[in-house]
């Protein structure tokens, strides 16, 4: 144990994704001290999920050789409809939960407080607390991987909505006439510009014989596809991916040109798979189409950002959603 660790309040942020739990101890500065990993086997059931993120808050606290009754309070980001003020998961389509008690139970088993959030929720605020400088009133925060999400902090605070579904922004449509999205409608966001949708579009147009880097790099059928493949196969001089990889920043863009005109928030920050991997190749077009877009006068003094905590950005928004709710209980 660090020197002079037992004056220090440690919490511990969770990221509960549909393939894996990741979590983190934060000491008072909000330096990360150990994180552990875990799968996170939906297909088992709540409850065995449950399971397995305490024992991923324990692995962690572990790995950082604290005592366990020095973790203050745990905060921890869901994907779905969370409800944080009777710490319930409404229901979250990725782990197939449906109204769990997400809350009650966790304390119960790790014997500490516990905050819940929205994942996107959760990692906005991650990014709001440790990425700006200034702290502005309103950010919005879109993440690209597997699907689409956005996380809100209006005045400083997480803003959830009245059925606690605000910031699903993956399936705002812009394109009627696009491509089907898992919701049931077309041309969501999600089914143009996220890691699934860029990978099915590749995919498909490779079938059709389009010719490409990527079927050198990983075979006729690309197997093992991820989206750091699409930046090395940009950097090579591949037209094709370079294109699709444009598309995805052109409708990210418009997407966030449509949260400039509806909440005029001061920083918009994009992360998550898509732009880990890709930033230097989307974000500038990202700016471009967003300012295009925007209304008229909107968007001046309006940053558009990368975060740069990635993968972290859920673990840090956790220990935060902690560190708010214990100062405020
Ligand atoms: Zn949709």
């Known amino acids: ?123 906005t605020l991650g990014v709001y607390e440790t990425e700006l400088k200034r702290k502005p009133k309103d950010v919005v925060g879109i993440f690209l991987g597997t699907g689409i999400g956005a996380g809100l902090v209006l005045n400083g605070e997480i803003y959830t909505g009245f059925n606690r579904t605000a910031g699903e922004i993956g399936h705002m449509v812009l394109e009627v006439s696009g491509p089907k999205c898992s919701c049931g409608n077309n041309g969501c966001f999600e089914a143009l510009a996220s890691r699934t949708a860029l990978f099915r579009k590749i995919h498909a147009a490779v079938k059709e014989g389009q010719k490409t880097i990527l079927t050198d ?23 094709f991916v370079d ?37 230097d190749e989307m974000m500038a077009i990202i700016v471009e189409t967003a300012m295009e877009y925007a209304m008229s006068g909107t968007s001046k003094g309006i940053e558009i950002m990368a975060s740069k905590l990635g993968d972290d950005a859920g673990i840090t928004g956790g220990a935060v959603l902690a560190r708010r709710g214990l100062k405020a209980s």
């Open 243 to 279: 294109h699709v990889v444009e598309e995805a920043a052109e409708y990210t863009g418009i997407a966030v040109a449509n949260i400039i005109n509806l909440l005029n928030p001061e920083v918009v920050v994009l992360g998550g798979g898509i732009i880990e991997a890709l930033e």
């Open 1 to 123: 144990m660090a020197e002079g660790a037992s004056k220090t309040e440690f919490v511990v942020g969770v990221d509960i994704g549909g393939t894996k739990i990741y979590s983190g101890v934060f000491g008072s500065s909000m330096e990360c001290i150990g994180t552990a990993r875990v799968s996170t086997k939906a297909q088992r059931g709540p409850d065995a999920v449950i399971e397995r993120i305490v024992r991923c808050v324990h692995d962690a606290v572990d790995e950082c050789d604290l005592p366990f009754d020095q973790v203050k309070g745990v905060g921890v980001g869901a994907p779905g409809a969370v409800d944080p003020e009777n710490g319930r998961v409404i229901f979250a389509p990725n782990l197939d939960w449906k109204d769990v008690g997400l809350r009650k139970t966790l304390e119960k088993q790790l014997g500490t407080p516990v905050f819940l959030g929205n994942d996107c929720n959760v990692c």
């Open 217 to 239: 790099m990983l075979g006729p059928d690309l197997e093992d596809l991820r989206s750091g493949d699409l930046r090395k196969a940009i950097r090579r001089g591949d037209k």
